[in-house]
């Protein structure tokens, strides 16, 4: 992998062979019966009927004082509160007998092996090795399965020459501008991580992110940018991503159109279609492999903007995060392991209690864009109704996410959190020290935290109805010391292992996406008509529509 040199950002080609290890291994691994048919489900069915729907969390409290110190833990880079949550010890203890039942350690150990538990698409499932760090390298290339060894290999050559390239685009005082133009993993993914790193970013880099194929949101940046000061980075794993490439083709038109003379220095490509991206005029090309998601992307050369912002050790640092947590996941008894516990819980919300969302409160406007991240993340990973087999599944999957961050929230839709007819649980997210604030700011936002936790379990009662809270309401606590690019990484992680948790309870494929795919192929079709006028074939809604459209 060379890099070559220019007077600006610096051109390298990283273009990885992608699938050694992908269809290395055909099995799913060890793999136990799906949760419907094992004896701990029926279990839980009855645990719920007896006991479990009649939990009251202040009773809970009051007859147990240690309940805190059994319901919470430490966990890389987070601790967690679990105790105000709708379970007890005996809930929890058949919740861990359906995930040994289920084959859980199995079906994790699969996927660290390299197995191909994409069933559908026949590919292994390998973003952690995105994040082994450096040291881990010569270990485990002693050690682990071929497969495994080439790809890390590979992994590291594309990450010191995308981080190389990072800290020379960062050294480059007349680049002012960084545009992303992705959509899904390619834009979610490092959007919200640049946005929450916002105190480790360099001065003097403005990043900014495109994905919508509404040009408004691509002319809202371009009118305050210039050719000369600007790197645009056109991330596509097969560069040929609808709204990606009219925004690319946009952007290069835009370029061309007010001076700019050097395509091969302004635009730099994330993608594995080295020659699309060639043709398009892109020499600086990173690539990523078959066995990494678009959700799962963040810690590839997908990456890039964050690398720019914080820099290689920060990048460096993010990964560590994320490494340490997978660690925990891979190496802690089900009892003890944080991802599975809160898997578990999700799967004793949505199929016992049926409650089919839950909100994401992050108390911080850093992590503003984390909930639309974990919706992606959650919803499209385990958004299926068919089983591994294709068969159809007698119980709901995932639940919806939603939310904002607070205090913005409470004074939107809390209102429905404490007195709607609907139970949500609410996972709050909460930073002990803050890289930046303003006196007494950050204690109000604790206490605010803190207080709408305690008032949806506690409650209060009211006579009249109207100022009556029921409470007991069910919520989890996260906490980070500080949002720091490794406790970041660490609590994303901590999110991905949780739905491969509840994924695999539920025996579902949590890895592939052909939910997306129908519309765009319909799009396709739909976009002439809007030309031609043409309505053949189309049912009577569809032609109504696309007449008074055009």
Request: hydrophobic share 45%; proline share 5%; charged share 20%.
């Amino acid at each position: 992998m060379n890099a070559e040199r220019s007077d600006g950002p610096p051109r390298a080609s990283s273009a990885p062979s992608g699938g050694s290890a992908a269809h290395a291994v055909a099995s799913v691994g060890a793999s136990g019966p799906r949760c419907d048919r094992t004896p701990a489900w029926a279990a839980l069915r009855t645990q719920y009927a007896t006991a479990g729907k009649k939990l009251d969390l202040r009773e809970a409290f009051a007859a147990n004082p240690h309940r805190f110190a059994d319901f919470s833990q430490d966990a890389p880079h987070v601790f967690a509160d679990l105790s105000k949550n709708l379970i007890d010890a005996a809930t929890e203890t058949l919740l861990l007998d359906l995930a040994r039942q289920c084959g859980l350690e199995g079906r994790r150990d699969a996927m660290f092996a390299g197995d191909a538990i994409n069933r559908t698409e026949n590919r292994a499932v390998m973003h952690f090795l995105l994040r082994n760090p450096a040291p881990a390298l010569m270990q485990q290339a002693q050690t682990a399965p071929e497969n495994i060894a080439n790809e890390l290999v590979q992994v590291h050559e594309t990450l010191d020459a995308m981080l190389a390239f990072a800290e020379r685009v960062r050294a480059d005082a007349a680049i002012t501008d960084i545009v992303n133009i992705g959509i899904g993993g390619s834009d979610l993914g490092p959007q919200m991580a640049v946005l929450a790193l916002e105190a480790f970013r360099q001065p003097g880099k403005r990043l900014h992110f495109v994905s919508n194929i509404d040009g408004q949101e691509l002319a809202g940046v371009l009118e305050d940018l210039k050719p000369q000061n600007t790197l645009f980075v056109i991330a596509s794993k097969t560069f040929a991503t609808i709204e990606t490439m009219t925004n690319a083709a946009s952007a290069k038109q835009w370029f061309e159109a007010h001076g700019g003379t050097d395509i091969a220095r302004h635009f730099a490509a994330l993608t594995t279609n080295v020659a699309a991206a060639n043709a398009f005029g892109v020499s600086t090309n990173f690539g990523f492999w078959d066995w990494v998601g678009g959700r799962y992307s963040l810690w590839s050369a997908i990456g890039l903007p964050l690398a720019i912002a914080i820099g290689a050790q920060g990048f460096r640092n993010f990964l560590a995060g994320a490494h340490a947590m997978d660690q925990h996941f891979r190496a802690t008894p089900l009892a003890q392991n944080l991802p599975v516990r809160l898997g578990l819980l999700d799967v004793w919300y949505r199929n016992f209690h049926g409650f089919s969302s839950r909100s994401i409160a992050p108390y911080s406007t850093a992590l503003r864009r984390l909930p639309a991240y974990l919706q992606q993340l959650e919803m499209e990973s385990n958004g299926k109704r068919v089983d591994l087999d294709g068969q159809a599944l007698p119980f709901a999957t995932a639940p919806v996410l939603w939310g904002e961050p607070g205090t913005n929230g409470q004074h939107a839709y809390f209102q429905m959190l404490h007195q709607g007819t609907e139970v949500v649980p609410v996972e709050f997210v909460a930073i002990k020290r803050v890289a930046r604030s303003l006196p007494g700011h950050n204690d109000k936002l604790l206490a605010n935290v803190l207080a709408q936790a305690q008032a949806l379990m506690q409650g209060k009662d009211d006579g009249g109805g109207h100022k009556h809270f029921p409470g007991n309401r069910p919520s989890t606590f996260l906490l980070l010391e500080e949002l720091t690019p490794a406790s970041l990484g660490a609590l994303i992680t901590l999110q991905e292992h949780r739905v491969f948790v509840s994924g695999a309870i539920w025996g579902i494929n949590s890895f592939d996406q052909w939910g997306v795919e129908l519309g765009k192929v319909l799009a396709r079709d739909i976009e002439p008509r809007l030309q031609s006028g043409d309505t053949a074939g189309l049912d009577g809604s569809t032609a109504g529509l696309l007449q008074r459209l055009r």
